[in-house]
């Protein structure tokens, strides 16, 4: 076969014949379409070759699983593909969306087909077809072909249809001489558990088999590290690393839960390992336990926005990481008011998927500039070639996306030399690519001619196009409730509080800051109820440990004179060290008795200070001791007591010593007047 030219004519040919693909084209072509549901799980695990050359014979391997209940017999395997390729991704949308039948026919000659036998419940069989270049009858057009393998089997009722009952597809490009399109594969590594009431983690065990070998975390982790450096993102939820420091050290584990020193290894090597790749490989950074930016920024909560900013940046210096941040809703957790209220410097970019970005074309670039209110935000399309497709994504089919990425983007920028088409792959972070090798893993994606390894940093820095088509301006989504972050920012006015007494804050603000994060996280969508319990509990940990530290004042006072003194003291049962002053108040405003500086009390310490008073000509009034900080704001419950005066005024001493004269008067004038008139001489003694 002659390679066609690839100018114009070629592209309008290439646009009719994939009309063509959509029906059969020979006798001995079988539909390959069929509303039937898949009754088997079909995985592609290897595709060869990767870049389709015109005389290439193609092998097609993997596994066929029957989930289901019921027993098949005679199951086949067959190749599909259509004879004419796509030339855009804009074909394969178009035909993916409309369910139309687009990988094309079966080849059913005999020798190009894999005979399976029975396939029992529960049972896997793996597959090979091997089809030459010349039943395979490509047209050698470039574009992307799609690929797939389809199973026919009989039923236990002895029926066998046509429509396959278990399916998947994956692509093969074909291009030559094309320009390189900037590949980049992003690998997040985000943490799936989440931590409860008591700050234990809920679910341990299955974060500990997701970081064991052979377990999900770990297959990601190693996938990742088989693509160079310059093709690599990988995006780092700072609490994953919290959280593995954590099994490693065998902290904030359930009562049931202890970890043998073999798991407690496994934590400290994916901690340690995923630190060396993310210093190594451009590393971008999620706010902390992935936050769900969409409650946070309905409920206005700027304290909680600025907590998270907190965990995050402790955690990432903590563990010598430095990248650059990125913000990742949900996919239908994206509005307009959010993409400005998320926008920060400009710089922090937002991943969407295609959703948010309806009008996106790949001519655009996966890295576009949305202009809101606030300014223009950068965006990341995460929009898959193979979203859609049947079949489960495997390290091979993600091998081919990428490559058809390229490809698609080679030939949109022959066509069109102001195109910024690029091939980005963000994977799903719980996915499980299986157990992978570095040499076995996604580094031949760059041996091709047509592929330019870029990390996102690189497509960052790029001049990028404005994006002014439609996002949504409301949501679908339903995000962590009100009531919850109301909790949570109530447990950090209380946390604000507490901080500002403490001689050092910062590990409390870091330590409660962190667990603000986790408990307006992504995890916590679907467990509302318990959500906001947790929070409640957050909110009021900090609250009591701000009631234990407490003013007490004396019963009563009574001042010898109108100045005295008196102690009062302050009790500090936390387990941090505190400084605390106290203002003193009184029922009469014409008081004014000076504060008292703040003054250290250690924990579990009873520190009495002394309170100097003058009351003036008062006898009596009521004081009030508020405790406060050092900056003066006021905290916890007062100490009200009375304050008595024993002097006495001037104008009662006045009034006594005029009475003591009256009396001393009185006194003399009685005495006189008793010793002339005595008694008579002679008198009877009985008188």
């Keep these: 076969m002659t390679s066609p030219s690839r100018g114009a004519c070629a592209r309008a040919l290439v646009a009719f014949v994939v009309l063509l693909t959509l029906v059969p084209t020979s006798a001995a072509a079988v539909d390959a379409d069929g509303e039937q549901e898949a009754q088997l799980d079909v995985r592609i695990t290897q595709l060869t070759p990767g870049v389709l050359a015109p005389d290439d014979d193609v092998t097609i391997s993997g596994t066929v699983t029957n989930n289901g209940d019921e027993e098949w017999t005679d199951a086949q395997a067959y190749l599909v593909a259509p004879q004419n390729p796509f030339a855009t991704r804009q074909q394969i949308t178009d035909a993916v969306d409309s369910g139309s039948s687009y990988t094309g026919e079966r080849r059913v000659e005999l020798d190009s087909i894999d005979d399976l036998g ?207 941040r990125v913000t990742w809703p949900t996919a239908n957790g994206v509005t307009e008011d959010l993409l400005a209220a998320v926008r920060g410097d400009g710089e922090r970019p937002v991943l969407v998927g295609q959703a948010a970005v309806p009008d996106w074309e790949p001519r655009l670039g996966s890295i576009v500039n949305r202009p809101t209110d606030a300014g223009p935000v950068p965006l990341l399309v995460n929009a898959g070639l193979d979203i859609g497709v049947p079949g489960e994504l495997t390290v091979a089919t993600l ?124 995890n916590w969508r679907r467990h509302s109820e318990d959500g906001v319990q947790t929070a409640e509990a957050f909110a009021r940990s900090a609250a009591d440990t701000l009631a234990a530290i407490t003013v007490e004042g004396p019963p009563a006072v009574t001042l010898s004179s109108s100045e005295g003194s008196f102690p009062i003291t302050v009790t500090n049962e936390t387990e941090e060290t505190v400084r605390v002053g106290l203002q003193i108040s009184s029922t009469n405003p014409s008081l004014s008795i000076p504060d008292v500086e703040a003054v250290e009390v250690t924990a579990g310490e009873r520190r009495t200070l002394t309170v100097d008073a003058d009351v003036g000509d008062l006898s009596s009034s009521t004081f009030t001791a508020t405790m406060v900080s050092e900056s003066g704001d006021a905290f916890g419950s007062p100490a009200v007591f009375n304050v008595r005066s024993s002097r006495v005024g001037v104008a009662v001493w006045v009034a006594m010593g005029i009475a003591v004269v009256f009396v001393a008067l009185a006194l003399s004038r009685r005495f006189v007047t008793r010793r002339r008139t005595g008694a008579e001489p002679g008198g009877s003694a009985d008188d």
Excluded: H, K
Excluded at 162 to 180: C, H, N, Q, Y
Excluded at 440 to 451: I, K, Q, S
């Design 118 to 324: 029975t396939l029992a419940a529960g049972e896997t069989r793996e597959f090979s077809v091997r089809v030459p270049s010349d039943v395979l009858n490509l047209s050698g057009v470039e574009g992307v072909y799609p690929v797939g393998v389809q199973i026919l089997g009989t039923a236990e009722n002895g029926t066998r249809s046509s429509t396959a009952i278990g399916r998947a597809t994956t692509f093969l490009p074909l291009v030559e001489d094309a320009d390189a399109t900037p590949t980049s594969i992003v690998v997040p590594f985000v943490m799936p558990d989440r931590r409860g009431a008591n700050g234990d983690y809920i679910d341990p065990e299955d974060l500990v088999e997701r970081i064991a070998p052979r377990g999900q975390l770990r297959n990601l982790l190693t996938l990742a590290t088989s693509v160079p450096d310059q093709g690599l993102t990988v995006i780092v939820d700072p609490a994953l690393l919290a959280a593995l420091d954590d099994l490693a050290e065998g902290r904030n584990l359930p009562d049931d839960v202890e970890l043998d020193a073999d798991q407690r290894a496994d934590a400290a090597a994916m901690r340690d390992d995923l630190v060396a790749l993310a210093r190594r490989a451009t590393c971008w950074v999620l706010g902390y336990a992935r936050p769900d930016v969409l409650a946070i920024e309905r409920a206005e909560a700027q304290d909680v926005t600025d907590a998270v900013e907190r965990a995050t940046a402790a955690t990432v210096n903590r563990f010598g990481l430095s990248g650059r």
């Design 399 to 522: 091998r081919q996306r990428l490559l058809s990425e390229a490809a698609l983007g080679s030939l949109e920028r022959v066509a069109d030399p102001d195109s910024r088409a690029a091939a980005v792959a963000v994977l799903d972070p719980a996915w499980d690519p299986g157990p992978t090798t570095v040499r076995g893993g996604l580094a031949d994606v760059f041996d091709a001619e047509f592929t330019a390894p870029r990390s996102l940093d690189v497509l960052m820095t790029s001049e990028r196009a404005q994006y002014t088509g439609e996002t949504p301006e409301s949501s679908s989504a339903t995000p962590v409730g009100p009531d919850q972050v109301a909790a949570v920012d109530d447990g950090l006015g209380s946390t604000a509080a507490l901080a500002g007494l403490l001689t050092d804050p910062t590990p409390v603000l870091v330590s409660r800051s962190r667990r603000a994060a986790e408990l307006v996280g992504i």
